[in-house]
């Protein structure tokens, strides 16, 4: 299952800014292109909504999940779940993001080289 | 024992100038700077450093040995401080609020606390032989609200207590109020000085804490502070005049009731109407 940062519900939405206040979380499942969407209930946290949304897409079995950025909690929660994490950086649709996924476009984050620390890495 | 606070609606208005020299103008108690993100009234005081205190906050820490991954503290933690993953339990420290649950909901007794160090408070002794204390948080923390509450319970035993509050309305502001008996606002007459004074008495209506008004560089505004205050019944105990001297003089870290007489009779004349208010 694959979750989309989204501004609002479905494959038109326009992808999020952000990760952990992120409006909703569009599921897409490529099995059988069934189409799905989660209100992140962290978006009003006042703190830690990052590792709680990674919980909730764990809890909606997501195993990738493509989001504009990422901090250091989520990073480590995003981990210690084991889903693996992708960067997008145009502002498109969900549908289009996925094809860019599918497309090997987007750079993983997860990967070796990437500590928990690096979301805080300046370039 | 009384516990003043000295507010104010954003930093720069004047708060710390005014909670200090009313101290020293009045010669007893003691003070708390309690503004632990950017303690300045130690700048103003000087005192002789006698003795400095680490504060620490407790976290959890699991023994993956004896976790089994059931989720309960997770679920607890209404703060998102622990989150059991995959195969093990992470825990986010400065997250965490130290309110014991996790712990509590532990059926495999997996969680135990740890302690770290989140800032320190320093205690020293004025020339003129009276004490302060100050907080300092350490850079990064996120809530300086347990330093704030060991201040207060380092000064319970105190007949009187200055206390140089953080600005604003945060958690912060929130916790140096605890067990105050009157708030000293000061307000600059501005419009920006004016939201941000507004929030600041509603903090305290709500927490039910009398307070008076004193206006900072008078002269420079309207009448909109003085309407407000008169609508709220808030008194104004003083106006302190807009100089350049007491700028300059500030800017060099001296104490403006040690240098202007006049600046000093205001002082005297809040500290007056003030005690009329509270009692002595
Ligand atoms: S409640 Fe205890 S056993 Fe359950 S996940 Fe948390 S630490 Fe592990
Ligand atoms: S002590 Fe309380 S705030 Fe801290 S992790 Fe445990 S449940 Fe959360």
Known sequence: MIAVCAKSQGLDALVEERFGRAQYFVLFNEDNSEVAFIDNAAKHESGGAGGMAVRLLHDAQVDVVLVPELGPKAMDAIKAFEIKVYRYVDKKTVKETIEDYQNGLLKRLDDSTATSKSGLRRV | MKKIAVLSGKGGTGKTTLATNLFITMGKGVLIDADVEEPNSHLFLKP??????????????????????????????????????????????????????????????????????????????LSNGLTMHYGDLTVGEVSGVPIIEQLHRMVEKEDWVWIDSPPGTSCTTVAALEGVDFALIVAEPTPFGLSDMKMVVELLEERNIDMAVVVNKAGLGDQELHDFCATKRIDVLAEIPFQKDYAAHYASGELLSVQFPEYKKIMEQILDRLLKKVGN
Do not use: W
């Not at chain 2, 205190?53 to 622990?82: H, M, S, T, W």
């Not at chain 2, 740890?114 to 320190?120: D, N, Q």
């Open chain 2, 48 to 125: 002789n450093i006698q003795d400095t205190k680490v504060v620490k906050k407790k976290y959890p820490n699991v023994d993956q040995e004896k976790c089994n991954l059931c989720g309960a503290c997770g679920d607890f933690c209404r703060y998102n401080a622990i989150l059991p993953a995959k195969n093990k339990v992470l825990v986010f420290k400065e997250l965490c609020h130290d309110c014991g649950g996790c712990q509590l909901v532990c059926q495999q007794n997996a969680i135990t606390y740890k302690e770290r160090a989140i800032g320190k408070i320093s205690t020293g002794q």
